[in-house]
C-alpha cells in the first residue's frame, strides 16, 4: 500500500570554503554527506538534528534550490535532479517549501496579497478576482485575517509572518511540502492550531510532507516516522513511536534526554555531550559522532558505521548494533 | 528581594498605520530585579516584541512610537532619553538578542567584522586581539570550525548558527539586563541547554536581569523566576513559573498550557484556544480575551477589566477574580475556574 512519492538515494551537498587572499578553494563543508531515505504519498517524515547538521540544505537540494552535488532525487518516479529549467519549474507547483526564516524569504516590498498571490499567477490563475477570493480563503485557513492582505511582512510579529509563508506554501495544493521549521516562532495555541490544519490537509488531499524541527514534542506528535541527522548524514530513522520509545543512536538517546519539560518540578536527566562538536568541513573518520559519544569503543574512529535495519524498519548507522 | 533594575509603568506604543491606530502595547507594567529572570509569554502578535524594541528604542518610526508611559532603568526614564544616550546603553548596558537575526546581521559584512566591532566598541581591543575574542565567543556558543566561521557571510551559516551569532555578540558586554527575544527557535534541544547555561551563568556571574521572551514553556519553566504573560497588548496574569505553569488563573493561560504538546502522550488531536486574536483598535472595550473565552458573561463585553489580586504577587486580568463580582453574578463560574 505505501507507495513511494519521493526517494532520495545518496543526496549530497558540499559547500566550497574560500580563504586567503586570493578567495581561493581552501576546503568543503560537507552539508549533506550521503543521504538515503524514501518518503511515501500521504506520510508526513519529521527530521531532526543539531542546529548546523545539514536539515535546511537537504530541503533545498531536494527542490532543486540549490543544486546537490551528487545523488538522485525521485519525486514520482522521475529522477528531478536530470530536468531542465521549464520542467523544474513546472514541477514546484506540486513540490513547495516553507522556508526556516520567514523574513528573509518574503519580498519586503511585496504586499501580502501580492506574496501569497504571485505562485497562484504564476501557475495559471489569471484572473486577479479569483485569485484575490482564494488569497483571502489561504489567510483565514492559517488564523489570519483578510485585512491583512494589503500589509506588508514588517508589519507582522514573527509568528504571523511564518503563517505568511505556510499561506503561500498551500496556495496550489502541492503534493509534498517541505516545512522547515514551520511552527518554531508560533506560542503553543497558535501552533496547535497550525498543527491540527496540517494533518487536516493531509488527510483531506493526501498531502505528504517533510517536517523539518528542532521541537522533539511537535515533531512526534505530527509525524509518522523520524529521521534523526547528525553532521550531514541520517543517524537513525524508524517509526516515530519505536524511535521515541526506544532510541538506539547514542545521538538520539542524548537529544531525547534534553527536551525541556515545562513543569517547574521535573527534574531533568540529561545527557550532556562533551567533547568537541566535529566540523563538516573536516569531519570525524569513522562514526561522526565518536568524539562527543558517551558509548564509544575504538572501533568508532576508525570504521564508519553503516546506516542499516536493526530491526523492523528501525535504521541506525551505530557500532553497537553491528 | 533584590533592587529593581528595569521597570516598566503603563507603557503605550502604537502604530498609526493608513487603517487606523493600532494599540500594539496598550498600558503594560512590569518589573524585572537583579538578577531575575522573567519570563514573557503570550498570543503571536500580542506585542512582546515591540514592548522589547520599546525599552531599546528601537520601534520602527514611523509608523510606531511610544505614545506614553515610563521605561525606567536604573534613575533613567528611557522613554524620556535622548538617542545619544540610548546609543551608549545599547550593545552595553542593556543588550538584546533579536527574534530574527538577519534582521541585525549585516548581509555584507563578515561574521567577525560584526563581532570585532561590537567587542572594540565597549573594550579596549587591538583588532587582532578582538579576533581571538570573537573566535572564543563562537567557540562558547558551540559553533565549530569558528576559526573558519568568523570570514564568513551571514547567508553561509544555518538559521540556528545565525542566531547563536547574535546571542555570542549580547553576550559579549557582561549587560546589566539582557532582553532576549525568542533566543534559542532555531536551535536544537542539546544546544538550547548549552545556550540557556551559558545565560544562567551570566545570570549568576554578574547579577544580570534577564527579560526571556519565548513560547516554549519548557524553557520557561527551566530558566524564569517569574512570567508575565500578555494577550494582545495587555499583561493578563503575572505569578511565579511554578504558579503560573501549574496554577493558571487567566482563562487564555489556562488555554495556552492545555494546548501544550506532550512528548509521552499519544493524543491524536491538540487542544487549541478556540478562534484568533481579534484586530485590536482604539474603540476596543471589553475584556480583550472574551469573544474567545469560555467563561465570558456579559460584564466581559461592556467593561474593561483590570490587573485584579489573584494571589500573593499574583494578578489576573479577567472579571472572575473582582472581589466585587463575586457577590454580583458567575460565582459558579468562579468555583468552577478556581477547582
Ligand atoms: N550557502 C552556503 N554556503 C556555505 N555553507 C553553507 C551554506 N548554506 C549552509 N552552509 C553550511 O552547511 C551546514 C548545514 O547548514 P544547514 O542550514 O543545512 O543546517 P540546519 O541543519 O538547517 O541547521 P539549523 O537547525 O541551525 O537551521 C552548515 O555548516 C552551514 O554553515
Ligand atoms: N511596523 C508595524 N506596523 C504596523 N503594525 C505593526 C508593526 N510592527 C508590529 N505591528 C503589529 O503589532 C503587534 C505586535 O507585534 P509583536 O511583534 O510585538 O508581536 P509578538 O508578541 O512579538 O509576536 P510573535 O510571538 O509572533 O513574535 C502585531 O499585531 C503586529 O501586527
Ligand atoms: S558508532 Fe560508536 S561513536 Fe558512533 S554512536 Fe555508535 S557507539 Fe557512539
Ligand atoms: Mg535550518
Ligand atoms: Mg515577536
Known amino acids: 500500500m505505501s507507495n513511494p512519492i519521493l526517494e532520495v538515494n545518496n543526496l549530497k551537498k558540499y559547500f566550497d ?69 521549464e520542467a ?50 489561504l489567510l483565514e485557513v492559517v488564523g489570519l485575517r483578510p485585512f491583512h492582505a494589503s500589509r506588508y511582512p514588517h508589519q507582522f510579529s514573527g509568528g504571523q509572518r511564518q503563517r505568511i509563508g505556510i499561506a503561500r506554501a498551500l496556495a496550489n495544493n502541492p503534493k509534498l511540502i517541505i516545512c522547515d521549521e514551520p511552527v518554531s516562532a508560533l506560542d503553543v495555541s497558535v501552533q496547535s492550531q497550525i498543527l491540527n490544519l496540517m494533518s ?6 493526501n498531502l505528504t510532507y517533510i517536517f523539518i524541527a528542532h521541537d522533539l514534542s511537535v515533531v512526534k506528535h505530527i509525524s509518522d516516522r523520524v529521521g534523526v541527522m547528525y553532521l550531514g548524514k541520517l543517524v537513525e530513522l524508524a517509526d516515530k513511536d519505536e524511535l521515541y520509545e526506544n532510541p538506539k543512536h547514542p545521538y538520539t538517546q542524548a537529544l531525547l534526554s534534553a527536551v525541556p519539560v515545562a513543569d517547574p518540578d521535573v527534574i531533568g536527566d540529561r545527557v550532556i555531550l562533551e567533547g568537541d562538536v566535529p566540523s563538516p568541513s573536516n569531519p570525524p573518520t569513522g562514526c561522526p559522532f565518536h568524539t562527543r559519544c558517551p558509548a564509544a569503543m575504538d572501533i568508532c574512529s576508525e570504521v564508519k558505521p553503516e546506516f542499516k535495519e536493526d530491526s523492523d524498519q528501525h535504521y541506525v548507522a551505530c557500532h553497537l548494533y553491528d | 528581594m533584590s533592587d529593581v533594575i528595569l521597570e516598566l509603568e503603563d507603557l503605550h506604543t502604537h502604530f498609526f498605520t493608513d487603517s487606523g491606530e493600532v494599540p500594539a502595547v496598550d498600558g503594560v507594567s512590569f518589573k524585572v530585579h537583579k538578577g531575575e529572570v522573567v519570563g514573557v509569554v503570550g498570543e503571536s502578535g500580542c506585542g512582546k516584541s515591540v514592548t522589547s524594541l520599546s525599552i531599546m528604542q528601537l520601534v520602527p518610526s514611523p509608523p510606531g512610537r511610544i505614545v506614553s508611559g515610563q521605561i525606567n532603568f536604573k534613575d533613567e526614564n528611557l522613554a524620556q532619553a535622548s538617542e545619544k544616550r540610548m546609543r551608549q546603553i545599547r550593545g552595553n548596558e542593556i543588550s538584546m538578542i533579536f527574534q530574527e537575526p538577519m534582521t541585525s546581521l549585516d548581509p555584507l559584512f563578515t561574521i567577525g567584522n560584526q563581532l570585532i566591532e561590537a567587542i572594540r566598541m565597549h573594550r579596549k581591543m587591538s583588532k587582532k586581539e578582538a579576533k581571538r575574542k570573537a573566535i572564543d565567543m563562537l567557540n562558547l556558543v558551540g559553533i565549530p570550525r569558528s576559526s573558519e566561521v568568523v570570514d564568513e557571510y551571514p547567508h553561509q551559516l544555518s538559521g540556528g548558527m545565525r542566531q547563536r551569532v547574535m546571542i555570542a555578540m549580547a553576550m559579549s558586554c557582561d549587560p546589566e539586563v539582557l532582553i532576549a527575544d525568542e533566543p534559542t527557535t532555531a536551535l536544537d534541544v542539546t544546544i538550547q541547554a548549552q545556550i540557556l547555561d551559558l545565560m544562567r551563568d551570566l545570570n549568576k556571574e554578574h547579577n544580570t536581569g534577564i527579560l526571556l521572551i519565548t513560547h516554549d514553556l519548557g524553557v520557561v519553566a527551566e530558566m524564569c523566576d517569574r512570567v508575565v504573560v500578555m494577550y494582545a497588548g495587555q499583561v493578563v496574569e503575572e505569578g511565579t513559573v511554578r504558579e503560573i505553569l501549574k496554577d493558571p488563573k487567566h482563562p487564555y493561560t489556562k488555554g495556552l498550557i492545555r494546548s501544550l504538546p506532550k512528548i ?63 457577590q454580583e453574578a458567575g460565582s459558579h463560574v468562579e468555583s468552577d475556574l478556581r477547582s
Do not use: W
Open chain 1, 17 to 85: 570554503v574560500k580563504g586567503g587572499v586570493f578567495g581561493r578553494k581552501v576546503g568543503e563543508v560537507k552539508a549533506v554527506d550521503d543521504v538515503t531515505f524514501t518518503v511515501n504519498e500521504g506520510e508526513i517524515l519529521g527530521i531532526v538534528g543539531e542546529s548546523g547538521c545539514g536539515k535546511s540544505t537537504t530541503g533545498k537540494a531536494l527542490l532543486r534550490l540549490i543544486e546537490p552535488t551528487d545523488g538522485e532525487v525521485k519525486f514520482e518516479d522521475q529522477d528531478i535532479t536530470q530536468l531542465d529549467d
Open chain 2, 264 to 326: 509521552h502522550e499519544k493524543e491524536q488531536k491538540l487542544y487549541s484556544i478556540p478562534g484568533t486574536v481579534p484586530k485590536v483598535s482604539m474603540e476596543q472595550v471589553g475584556c480583550r480575551f472574551a469573544p474567545r473565552c469560555e467563561y465570558a458573561f456579559d460584564r466581559c463585553f461592556s467593561e474593561d477589566p483590570e490587573l485584579y489580586d489573584a494571589g500573593v504577587e499574583r494578578s489576573s486580568r479577567c472579571f472572575l477574580y473582582d472581589d466585587n463580582e463575586e
Open chain 1, 88 to 137: 523544474m519549474r513546472k514541477l514546484r507547483k506540486d513540490m513547495q517549501i516553507i522556508f526556516q526564516d520567514p523574513y528573509a524569504s518574503l519580498n519586503p516590498r511585496h504586499t501580502v496579497e501580492k506574496i501569497v498571490g504571485e505562485p497562484l499567477l504564476v501557475h495559471g490563475m489569471k484572473s486577479a478576482e479569483e485569485r484575490k477570493k482564494r488569497v483571502k480563503e
Open chain 1, 200 to 205: 487536516d490537509l493531509r488527510d483531506e488531499f
